[in-house]
């Protein structure tokens, strides 16, 4: 399974007290061999790479969950999948009209795996998306309870 993620990953490994929702999730994902996917330059690849470089100066249970991220995820083609945003494919212009601006990378990105799956913490997301049948977005509790990696 490929599954888009946004920007809530980094501030969950940031956020101490969030740690442990994205941690189970990552192990989950890790165990099951599935794939985390984002587009090359978009917001999501942006703030890894940010995150990377600034982790130096966090708290150790932080850098050390930022070196395993990278190295198990990000580093690894088997679990993370960048896609080109030439490699994309096209959203309709309803959709496009639709959605916010810093929202439609995750759409392209999602339209171009075979799941069409979004994992977010952005309920509006969410609402907007949830009469379309071009992507499947689940708020991240949703994701936990059904995500099966046994």
């Not at 969950?12 to 061999?33: D, P």
């Not at 999501?44 to 969950?65: C, E, H, P, R, Y």
């Not at 212009?93 to 639709?98: G, I, K, P, Q």
Request: hydrophobic content about 45%.
């Amino acid at each position: 399974m490929e599954i888009v993620v946004d920007e809530w990953i980094v501030h969950f490994i940031y956020e101490s007290q969030r740690r442990e929702v994205v941690t189970r999730l990552l192990e989950k994902i890790h165990k099951k061999c599935d794939k985390l996917v984002t587009i090359r330059g978009e917001a999501l690849d942006q703030k890894i790479w940010s995150m990377a470089k600034t982790s130096q100066n966090w708290d150790v249970g932080g850098l050390l969950l930022v070196k395993w991220f990278m190295r198990a995820f990000r580093k690894d083609p088997n679990k993370f999948r960048v896609i080109e945003k030439a490699n994309t494919k096209p959203l309709s212009a309803d959709l496009e009209r639709e959605i916010p601006e810093d929202d439609l990378y995750l759409i392209m990105a999602a339209i171009s795996t075979l799941d069409h799956l979004i994992v977010t913490t952005d309920a509006r997301l969410k609402e907007r998306l949830s009469d379309r049948s071009e992507v499947r977005v689940l708020l991240i509790d949703e994701f936990l309870k059904v995500y099966d990696c046994d």
